[in-house]
């Protein structure tokens, strides 16, 4: 089993930045596809972006392109979502999962699953 732990969370105003930062005891995570989900209240949980076990290419979700950056760092098995010009629609709680596969959008493709990491912004 392994487990990954979400990070830098927190409440910011609009327009600020944050760096949320996944991590893994496991030396199998750098083998892993990583990808960056997000759930608001009331809403069912969406794909942001998701990165290569090599770091070499990354997706997003057209929505936050531009804004969120997705990278890692596989010797310190942590992944990264930079989150910039945030907005208040950016509310919600930001997942970090692993998949052994090339880079999916489909939460159900995702193995392992952070707890989460709250991100609140205000006006």
């Known amino acids: 089993q392994m487990q990954l732990v979400e990070s830098g969370g927190g409440s910011v105003q609009a327009g600020d930045s944050l760096k949320l930062t996944c991590t893994s005891a496991s030396e199998y995570f750098k083998s892993y596809t990583a990808g960056w989900f997000r759930q608001a209240p009331g809403k069912e949980r969406s794909f942001l972006g998701a990165i290569t076990w090599k770091g070499d290419s990354t997706f997003y979700e057209d929505s936050v392109k531009g804004r969120f950056t997705i990278s890692r760092d596989n010797a310190a098995n942590k992944v990264y979502l930079q989150l910039d010009n945030l907005q208040l629609e950016d509310t919600a709680t930001y997942y970090c999962?692993?998949?052994?596969?090339?880079?999916?959008?489909?939460?159900?493709?995702?193995?392992?699953w952070g707890q989460g990491t709250q991100v609140t912004v205000a006006s």
């Open positions: 999962a692993a998949h052994i596969g090339t880079p999916s959008l489909d939460a159900r493709d995702y193995r392992y």
